[in-house]
């Protein structure tokens, strides 16, 4: 049987500076990405026809249908190539869904490599990574990985040279978070307040402690523009928050759209003992620890003879 398995990083948002709203009804960002060790895995199966199904971390809520951005990826991937491809997509999500954390996108980023494998396309990035912007604004940096920053609506991306490695805590939230509802809400807060909104611009200090690898720096830079709109939608994370930093966290913030709140640690085992106290504080559904930055989508397992 032919199959491919690709596996697929989640990103944290180390600066989301979110600009006006755009007449096509997004927003120009500076969107500072950042890959971290939490992995789906999508398994692409050569069929006739195309089907997905999905399993693990609150598989329930993710459509199984045409729906789901892995099958509209591959769906996208054989229009491009002009061919009636078919696959069957089996994805293994511990991604938290509607998170915050990219998670969909990451599946699709996976999908067209593991489609583009199967099938023996053979195309290069630059390809994939068009199909990827007409997919969603997140998954041009899921294909790419590491650390990235984002303009535009997020799909414009330049990678950032990282000197080290940092340690994470992500607290899981019950539900999700529809980020168009978060976008609208940051829309709807910043009209009541009535400042005028800026053009975002990437925060040199963020980048110059990203290069030097300093963790107590980049805790103290972290910042979402969303992290408002989520509060407002969902008021427990504030709790959340609080919990981190009471425990040390050198920097807290809510995970893109949310409602996954994001701690950054001073080392991993300062990760295990705040993930621990964050789980006995009961501020949370689960509680992850990660490293990032990670590489984007890795070929686990190939066809054979390839
Ligand atoms: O691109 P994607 O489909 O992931 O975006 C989901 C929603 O998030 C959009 O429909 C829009 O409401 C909002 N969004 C935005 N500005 C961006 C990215 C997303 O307003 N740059």
């Given at each position: ?169 992500f607290a899981l939230a019950d539900g999700g978070l ?129």
């Amino acid at each position: 049987m032919n199959s491919v398995t690709v596996r697929v990083p989640a990103k944290v948002n180390l600066q989301l500076a979110v600009g006006p709203l755009r007449d096509d009804g997004y927003h120009d960002l500076v969107n500072v990405f950042h890959a971290v060790s939490i992995f789906d895995e999508v398994t692409a199966v050569a069929e006739t026809g195309m089907s997905v199904r999905v399993e693990g971390e609150s598989a329930d809520q993710v459509p199984e249908d045409g729906d789901n951005l892995a099958i509209q990826a591959a769906v996208a991937l054989a229009r491009h190539a002009g061919r009636s491809y078919g696959v069957s997509l089996a994805i293994r999500k511990a991604i938290p869904v509607a998170g915050g954390m990219a998670g969909g996108s990451a599946d699709a980023a996976a999908a067209l490599v593991a489609c583009n494998e199967l099938w023996g396309l053979g195309l290069p990035l630059e390809d994939l990574m068009e199909i990827a912007s007409d997919l969603g604004s997140d998954v041009p940096f899921a294909l790419l990985g590491g650390t990235a920053v984002g303009t535009g609506r997020g799909e414009r991306l330049a990678p950032l040279e990282v000197g080290g490695t940092f340690h994470w805590v992500f607290a899981l939230a019950d539900g999700g978070l529809s980020t168009a509802k978060v976008y609208g809400e940051c829309d709807r807060i910043r009209q009541e307040g009535g400042e005028p909104v800026g053009h975002p611009r990437a925060a040199e200090p963020l980048l110059a402690a990203l290069r030097v690898g300093d963790a107590r720096a980049l805790g103290a830079e972290l910042t979402n523009d969303l992290q408002p709109a989520a509060l407002s939608l969902r008021g427990s994370l504030a709790r959340t928050l609080q919990a981190g930093r009471a425990h040390g966290a050198l920097g807290a913030i809510v995970s893109g759209s949310g409602p996954t709140c994001a701690f950054l640690a001073e080392s991993e085992a300062h990760a295990e003992t705040l993930a621990a106290a964050l789980k006995t504080e009961n501020v949370a559904r689960d509680v992850l620890t990660a490293h990032g930055p990670v590489p984007g989508p890795t070929v686990v397992q190939g066809p054979p003879g390839r």
